[in-house]
């Protein structure tokens, strides 16, 4: 079991804005920054946001990211077909002394 | 561009050993802390193994503590996994990765994957 928790999927139609949450405690989201990472079937993951909010060069701003506390989420505005993936978030684990991943999220574009 | 391309995935029976390489290229490779990160089949991205750019902060998850190590060679731009006692639950897509700078674990490249499974 995930020491971060997703929902296990998400869905929008497009144009919608879809929010995925992620949740965890004081020793990972809680004290450290968080990253997500997007997943089509069969590739490599590709990070999305780091440092709670920031988005690496060649990611649309319409991808976009939050933390509060324990607490993080990923918003997509605009919502595209070509955005129909998995999505995981990410975040040091004091405790374990290393990162730790949620579940992931599937999300469909309906 | 950067390219990370592993290698050295196999079927290999329960209790065997692996080694897998990274080849890494299109960047200064002795500047980037590395790490490696499994999937197992149909499921989510677990974190195996982190390693600084110099070799002397190295950290395991858990479940490959003091089976699997984790090395680097940055003369030859290669990142390395040797991996001991595999066990069925060992099986999972392998990638190398590499953390962003003035990141902790933010990981901004990533290779295709090695597969590697773990037969009983």
């Known amino acids: 079991q995930s020491l971060l928790t997703q929902p296990p999927s998400a869905s929008g139609t497009p144009g919608q804005t879809v929010t995925i949450s992620c949740s965890g405690s004081?020793?990972?989201?809680?004290?450290?920054?968080v990253n997500w990472y997007q997943q089509f079937p069969g590739t490599a993951p590709k990070l999305l946001i780091y440092k709670n909010n920031q988005r690496p060069s060649g990611v649309p701003d319409r991808f976009s990211g939050s933390k509060s506390g324990t607490s993080t989420s990923l918003a997509i505005s605009g919502l595209q077909s070509e955005d129909e993936a998995d999505y995981y978030c990410a975040a040091w684990d004091d405790s374990l002394n290393g990162p730790v991943f949620g579940g992931g999220t599937k999300l469909t574009v309906l | 561009e950067v390219q990370l391309v592993e290698s050295g995935g196999d079927l290999v029976q329960s209790g065997g050993s692996l080694r897998l390489s990274c080849a890494a290229s299109g960047f200064i490779f002795s500047s980037y802390n590395m790490n490696w990160v499994r999937q197992a089949p149909g499921k989510g991205l677990e974190w195996v193994a982190y390693i600084n750019r110099v070799s002397d902060i190295i950290y395991y998850a858990d479940s490959v503590k003091g089976r699997f190590t984790i090395s680097r060679d940055n003369a030859k731009n290669s990142l390395f996994l040797e991996m001991n006692s595999l066990r069925t639950e060992d099986t999972a897509v392998y990638y190398c990765?590499?953390?962003?700078?003035?990141?902790?674990?933010?990981?901004?490249?990533w290779g295709q994957g090695t597969l590697v499974t773990v037969s009983s």
């Open positions: 004081s020793s990972n989201i809680g004290s450290n920054t």
């Open positions: 990765v590499r953390v962003r700078s003035s990141t902790t674990c933010s990981f901004d490249s």
